[in-house]
T-cell receptor
């Protein structure tokens, strides 16, 4: 059973640029949730994807968008990067929409300069 | 509003001593409760979770937590801390009102002294 894989592990972007982060869900899981963890903070919910549709969204602007593919993998896209977008981005997969069965990936560390 | 409070930002415990990390929550009904651990540069590993039933929950690595409805608390305990327990610990409740997400506290950093 493979776990949740996120790529890349680290990246540095310039303010105003766009970035795409990727997540491969655990085998057997069909739902992907994305969280942003700023330095010194707990993770904050960005959105969830289920059956290739956005299934819930936290308090994040529209420049945060995502996709889910037929194989249940997912992408998080952030446009017009701001310095405050610097954070660890965590992906969690689960079977169904319930939060009880989350498996988290190791995250992507994004630095915006 | 749904929220989680971890009152202690940083705790230092001697190796071999007991540990208790505090977690208080605000939630309209009986929540699902979780404790996660995060080592530097890593993702979140689930230590234990409470859904219903026995209010004392056993987890991995020798951790346990007790749900106290009257105090809206879910404190994490370990009888004897090992140096490898040094990490960041997050308490979480869920689901959120939309039923799709966890709400995390800000975390407690645990340092272990020899």
């Amino acid at each position: 059973e493979t776990g949740v894989t996120q790529s890349p592990t680290h990246l540095i972007k310039t303010r105003g640029q766009q970035v795409t982060l990727r997540c491969s869900s655990q085998s057997g899981h069909n739902t992907v949730s994305w969280y942003q963890q700023a330095l010194g903070q707990g993770p904050q919910f960005i959105f969830q994807y289920y059956r290739e549709e956005e299934n819930g969204r936290g308090n994040f602007p529209p420049r945060f968008s995502g996709l889910q593919f037929p194989n249940y993998s997912s992408e998080l896209n952030v446009n017009a990067l701001e310095l405050d977008d610097s954070a660890l981005y965590l992906c969690a997969s689960s079977l169904g929409q319930a939060v009880q069965g989350y498996t988290f990936g190791s995250g992507t560390r994004l630095t915006v300069v | 509003a749904q929220s989680v409070t971890q009152p202690d930002i940083h705790i230092t415990v001697s190796e071999g001593a007991s540990l208790e990390l505090r977690c208080n929550y605000s939630y309209g009904a009986t929540p699902y409760l979780f404790w996660y651990v995060q080592s530097p540069g890593q993702g979140l590993q689930l230590l234990l979770k409470y859904f219903s039933g026995d209010t004392l929950v056993q987890g991995i690595k020798g951790f346990e937590a007790e749900f106290k409805r009257s105090q809206s608390s879910f404190n994490l305990r370990k009888p004897s801390v090992h140096w490898s327990d040094a990490a960041e610990y997050f308490c979480a409740v869920g689901p959120n009102q939309a039923g799709t997400a966890l709400i995390f506290g800000k975390g407690t950093t645990l340092s272990v002294s020899s």
